[in-house]
């Protein structure tokens, strides 16, 4: 079945039409009191026919003109305009509009349960497909964009783990990259209704609540980790230092089991999570 694309229309001056509405009653009514019934009538007919045949648009607003359920063509005209009387006007609106995606819950790649909500602006594009390709195109949006925004959370982890290949996207790290691939799935969905994708962004993103408390221990976990094997590196770094610097100086001479013990007591102290009470040697007292 071939889809029906829309066909411009060009509508007539609708001050035209009214005037020349105006004219044939005018012109028939003279008639009429003159005796000639029957033009007179019938230009007063057609007067009456011309005015049915006027309506208006406002800007970023279309009709869609059909004759027996035939599709005629639309008409982007702005203010009066006036078209065949027996053409029937569906008023249809080309303006943006929004469509709030409220919050859904959906596993993401990884099976985990994640609240996602989403905001998409929206226009009808083509008008024919709009009215005649689906059978309602506002709840085909609103269904389209719920079925796109599941499928789209499934694609992805919510955050970054050990089980994702390097440098893979994810929910909440490719904010970007993910509200891309979400605008072109839409345009894709919605092409069958006439209607594109201005703009599509996540609006509320988050672990189901049920999972939300292990999650955030599991973040702070990884975050600890990450902190600790940082400060232990740079604790190494500074035992090095210290070591090729007593060494090249020659402050002092130590054994391997000197340094050993010194290697110990530095990293205690640099890499302890609380205040370190330090020993002083003074000595051995003999009596």
Same mark, same amino acid.
């Given at each position: 079945m071939n889809k029906r694309h829309e066909t411009a229309l060009s509508s007539m001056n609708g001050y035209l039409g009214a005037g020349a509405g105006l004219l044939a009653i005018g012109v028939g009514a003279m008639l009429l009191r003159g005796g000639a019934v029957l033009p007179g009538v019938l230009l007063v007919v057609l007067g009456i026919l011309a005015f049915s045949g006027l309506y208006m648009l406002q800007p970023n607003e279309t009709a869609v003109l059909t004759l027996f359920g035939r599709y005629v063509g639309t008409d982007r005209s702005e203010g009066l305009r006036w078209a065949f009387p027996l053409y029937r006007k569906h008023r249809l609106s080309v303006r943006a509009r929004n469509l709030n995606i409220q919050t859904?819950?959906?596993? #993401?790649?990884?099976?985990?349960? !994640?609240?996602?909500? $989403?905001?998409?602006?929206? +226009?009808?594009?083509?008008?024919?497909? /709009?009215?005649?390709?689906? #059978?309602?195109?506002?709840?085909? !949006?609103?269904?389209? $964009?719920?079925?796109?925004? +599941?499928?789209?959370?499934?694609?992805? /982890?919510?955050?970054?783990?050990?089980?994702?290949?390097?440098?893979?996207?994810?929910?909440?790290?490719?904010?970007?990259?993910?509200?891309?691939?979400?605008?072109?799935?839409?345009?894709?969905?919605f092409e069958a209704a006439g209607v594109e994708t201005v703009d599509a962004k996540l609006t509320h993103l988050a672990y189901a609540p049920e999972i939300a408390q292990v999650m955030l221990r599991r973040q702070q976990a990884q975050a600890i980790i990450s902190a600790r094997a940082q400060i232990v590196r740079g604790a190494v770094g500074m035992v090095e230092e210290a070591l090729k610097g007593l060494a090249e100086r020659e402050i002092v001479e130590l054994d391997a089991e000197r340094k050993a013990s010194m290697v110990s007591n530095l990293l205690v102290v640099l890499c302890s999570d609380r205040e370190t009470q330090p020993i002083v040697n003074a000595g051995t007292l003999y009596n």
């Amino acid at each position: 079945m071939n889809k029906r694309h829309e066909t411009a229309l060009s509508s007539m001056n609708g001050y035209l039409g009214a005037g020349a509405g105006l004219l044939a009653i005018g012109v028939g009514a003279m008639l009429l009191r003159g005796g000639a019934v029957l033009p007179g009538v019938l230009l007063v007919v057609l007067g009456i026919l011309a005015f049915s045949g006027l309506y208006m648009l406002q800007p970023n607003e279309t009709a869609v003109l059909t004759l027996f359920g035939r599709y005629v063509g639309t008409d982007r005209s702005e203010g009066l305009r006036w078209a065949f009387p027996l053409y029937r006007k569906h008023r249809l609106s080309v303006r943006a509009r929004n469509l709030n995606i409220q919050t859904i819950k959906v596993n #993401d790649k990884r099976g985990n349960p !994640v609240e996602i909500a $989403a905001a998409v602006v929206w +226009r009808v594009r083509d008008t024919a497909q /709009a009215m005649f390709e689906v #059978d309602s195109f506002e709840r085909y !949006v609103s269904v389209q $964009a719920e079925a796109a925004l +599941r499928h789209l959370a499934a694609q992805y /982890a919510y955050d970054e783990g050990e089980d994702l290949a390097p440098g893979e996207l994810t929910l909440r790290g490719g904010a970007a990259e993910v509200t891309a691939a979400l605008r072109s799935e839409l345009t894709d969905r919605f092409e069958a209704a006439g209607v594109e994708t201005v703009d599509a962004k996540l609006t509320h993103l988050a672990y189901a609540p049920e999972i939300a408390q292990v999650m955030l221990r599991r973040q702070q976990a990884q975050a600890i980790i990450s902190a600790r094997a940082q400060i232990v590196r740079g604790a190494v770094g500074m035992v090095e230092e210290a070591l090729k610097g007593l060494a090249e100086r020659e402050i002092v001479e130590l054994d391997a089991e000197r340094k050993a013990s010194m290697v110990s007591n530095l990293l205690v102290v640099l890499c302890s999570d609380r205040e370190t009470q330090p020993i002083v040697n003074a000595g051995t007292l003999y009596n």
